[in-house]
């Protein structure tokens, strides 16, 4: 059948396009969109707070909040994506909302009528009026709904051009994902120096419009590729199919099981636009929805209604994704952790001397500078080092598992939050040594280079977790639902920074003093204990690291029998039969 369909030349894929040249036009695309979303978002807090004069406290919850939403859309767009548009033209539409969204901010920017005045000496500052904020608040809506459609597609469509059935394109899937993040991550290099510098010392015009123009060239590349790319149409709404399943199992719920799994329904033919590259195959787990699969005197074999029988590899669709959201949820609290340095660890920037030379002060909002660096620098150890040497003692092409990867990340990150907290403390020390507690818009004389650990620290833990959280969801996901994995990844990130928003929420209210102190106070840092509020973070990190650990032993890879090209026959996928990590 799916020789059928390649001979055909497209009703579902052209297997004649696609591969290595088509990645020019996908990362051309990635560099400019990161270079607009993060030049659009890396200094944010700074925007709002200082342009828009909110509370620190309220701007740091929505700049999650709205982080939260930018990465809860993603399912939205992968549900598009995967059901109706294809991965192609979901980006495109997505691009230009996101765009609409930049101009709109922009313009903000530009305009002194659509933001407070500036302020007036010692004068209370004028916060932005209801107007203001309400194009503010559109603008970014309209971003998050953008970056719906861009997130859970771009990842999955640029490993889309690689064919799994070709022994010689199959390996060339899990380098793609290092060197996408090792892209990405050299365009947000660029957004958080360059663009960051503009915005504080050129202006906030030019600070947003030069990302706005960024994106506008992003779409233009990535359109320009279309002859090339291999597009794969979408094979019908993942999200109903799963349902079926369930509905199926529960209508049958009755019937005693079969013991011969081999009598189960298959049905190739049925199931042919959604196992292109391979069909799953029977497993032992989660026995109860495999009665969706009985075949009784009511069903119709040749053309069945799903919502009473299904085949076995619908039913282990389900069971696929069952089985990966327990990894999946551990990673939320890691971007919980991530989450600070754009808040809080940036705050602590903006009091310290920032000086690196006499001349030279690197603004607060490029300090995840570190953090790029270490993740970029740690992606092409990884690569070229890590991957080679560890291919010897494990056997693996990739070198180690995901699952291994992603737990190195995770010990990595819980050692930079036990970092930070140190750091506040040496702060806050020489904020007291020179008698600056009480005056927070002081400098302290403490360089600012004791924050690069931290930084560092979640770089070299993002390179690992982040990558393999990725990959791993973009590997283990049936092969119809891989936007719908993407989004998950993005979903992850939405509940992690919407956990961050709750615990400072929740810090900010029960830590409050009788005398007005507080853990996180909104107008002075110097008199705070963010300490604590970082060895908290590390806590937490803590219970996850020990949960994780324990889903990742009993986890079991994705049976799945892969279409071989050049030949009639299909073999097992070799790693991913019944392992166990």
Known sequence: MVQKMEEKGGSHVNRKKGGIITMPFIFANEVCEKLAVVGFHANMISYLTTQLHMPLTKAANTLT????????????????????????????????????????????????????????????????????????????????????????????????????????????????????????????????????????????????????????????????????YRNLDPAGSPFVRLMQVCVAAFRKRKLDMVSDPNVLYQNEELDASICLDGKLLHTKHMKFLDKAAIVTEEDDIKSPNLWRLNTVHRVEELKSVIRMGPIWASGILLITAYAQQGTFSLQQAKSMDRHLTKSFEIPAGSMSVFTIVSMLSTIALYDRIIIPVARKFTGLDRGITFLHRMGIGFVISVLATLVAGFVEMKRKQAALAHGLVDKPHIIIPISVLWLVPQYSLHGIAEAFMSVGHLEFLYDQAPESMRSTATALFWTANSIGNYVSTLLVTLVHRFSAGPNGS???????????????????????????????FFCAKIYTFKPIQMHQKGGDSSSSSGVELDNKV
């Open 518 to 548: 507080n853990w996180l106070p909104d107008n002075n840092l110097n008199k705070g204990k963010l300490e604590y509020f970082y060895w908290l973070i590390t806590l937490l990190q803590v219970v996850n690291v020990i949960y994780y």
């Open 65 to 228: 909040n709205f982080g939260g939403t930018g990465s809860l859309t993603p399912l939205i767009g992968a549900f598009v994506a995967d059901t109706y548009a294809g991965r192609f033209w979901t980006i495109t539409v997505a691009s230009i909302i996101y765009q609409i969204g930049m101009f709109s901010l922009t313009f903000s920017a530009i305009l002194p009528q659509l933001r407070p005045p500036p302020c007036q000496g010692d004068q209370v500052c004028k916060e932005a009026d209801t107007g203001q904020l309400a194009i503010l608040y559109v603008s970014l809506l309209l971003a998050a709904l953008g970056s719906g459609g861009i997130r859970p597609c771009v990842v999955a469509f640029g490993a889309d051009q690689f064919d799994e059935t070709d022994p010689k394109q199959a390996t060339k899937t899990w380098k793609y994902f290092n060197w996408y993040y090792f892209v990405m991550g050299a365009a947000v290099l660029v957004a958080v120096t360059v663009l960051v510098y503009i915005q504080d010392n050129v202006g906030w015009n030019w600070g947003l419009g030069i990302p706005t123009v960024a994106m506008f060239l992003s779409i233009i590349a990535f359109v320009f590729g279309y002859p090339l």
